[in-house]
């Protein structure tokens, strides 16, 4: 061997099984500690500014599970447009129900946290921030919320930190189901506003597919028999008031099943409900009605007044 030259070194000789087993080991992602469920059908109109004010979360360790359920529009690309290794977008073959494809999105969730965006909500910056803390902190909650505000199709704000009303600081579910039936309404929020745990939401069965239209706060009672409420002073959420939503266009439904719920309630014998808490939400289920009603038409008014 002449100096300065290395050794030549013999041939290794590998069995291809074990080069196909190499080259095929799938890659195991870490688990995140959140994961944010965004439902969509036909949402193009605002998926992408939702999508945004996710990923500006100021938490990181989050993963973002799109489920386009089957859409005719641009979901599925515009989703696919951000390029961001956080995003995983799943499609369904078919178009499901709404509590169908709710439930899937967190049976495909991976993070033992989770919140469900609806497509043309937002968030917070520091959302998850500010919900993810207390939940890590306290093994006894089972339910984080915090105030919402209420947009309308330009993400201009018609109502400002709505929700929560006597539901700030901790709370029992007991305190909870009888501040629900005096409200005669939803003072917790809905999907964006509000973090759950993964196990918890299948101890509970996930959303109900026979009452679409309460399903976020059926859903909410039934994890605070699992745990302790936890509402923040903070408005890090933002729902969309739009001309065109399932909330506009199926107010009468949502009154009945409201009802319906604080009769449940009323009979419930773990949330303890007093006669008084029933018949205080009887008398103010219409106010809550009216309330919804009046939403809907400022945000009508509103967008008509953009589109003069």
């Avoid at 996710?54 to 386009?68: G, K, N, S």
């Avoid at 696919?80 to 499609?91: H, L, M, Q, W, Y």
């Avoid at 009452?211 to 936890?230: A, C, N, S």
Wanted: aromatic share 6%; net charge positive.
């Amino acid at each position: 061997m002449r100096a300065g030259h290395r050794a030549r070194r013999s041939p290794v000789r590998v069995a291809v099984g074990d080069l196909r087993r190499q080259r095929y080991r799938p890659c195991v992602l870490p688990i995140p500690s959140v994961s944010v469920c965004l439902p969509v059908y036909d949402g193009e109109q605002f998926l992408a500014e939702t999508i945004r004010s996710v990923l500006d979360q100021t938490y990181r360790d989050f993963e973002l599970v799109v489920l386009d359920n089957a859409s005719t529009d641009q979901s599925g690309n515009i989703a696919r447009s951000f390029g961001d290794p956080r995003i995983r977008i799943e499609r369904n073959r078919e178009t499901l129900p709404q509590a169908e494809n709710w439930n899937r999105v967190v049976e495909l969730a991976r993070g033992p946290l989770v919140k469900v965006v609806c497509a043309d909500d937002l968030l917070h910056p520091r959302c998850l921030e500010l919900q993810v803390a207390p939940m890590d902190a306290d093994p006894g909650l089972a339910v984080v919320a915090a105030r919402r505000h209420m947009i309308d199709e330009q993400s201009r704000i018609i109502v400002p930190r709505r929700g929560l009303s006597g539901l700030v600081g901790v709370r029992t579910g007991v305190e909870v189901a009888r501040r629900v039936v005096r409200n005669g309404s939803n003072p917790i929020g809905e999907s964006n506003n509000v973090l759950f745990r993964r196990d918890d939401f299948f101890t509970v069965g996930g959303w109900k597919t026979d009452r679409p239209y309460i399903m976020d706060l059926d859903l909410w009672l039934r994890l605070l028999q699992l745990g302790d409420f936890l509402g923040l002073p903070e408005t890090l959420a933002a729902f969309r008031i739009a001309r065109d939503s399932v909330s506009s266009h199926n107010e009468e439904k949502i009154y009945e099943q409201q009802r319906m719920l604080i009769e449940e309630l009323g009979d419930s014998p773990y949330f303890q409900v007093r006669g008084l808490d029933l018949a205080l939400g009887r008398m103010l289920a219409p106010a809550g009605r009216a309330r919804r009603r009046a939403l809907y038409t400022i945000s009508k008014v509103a967008s008509r007044g953009e589109a003069a």
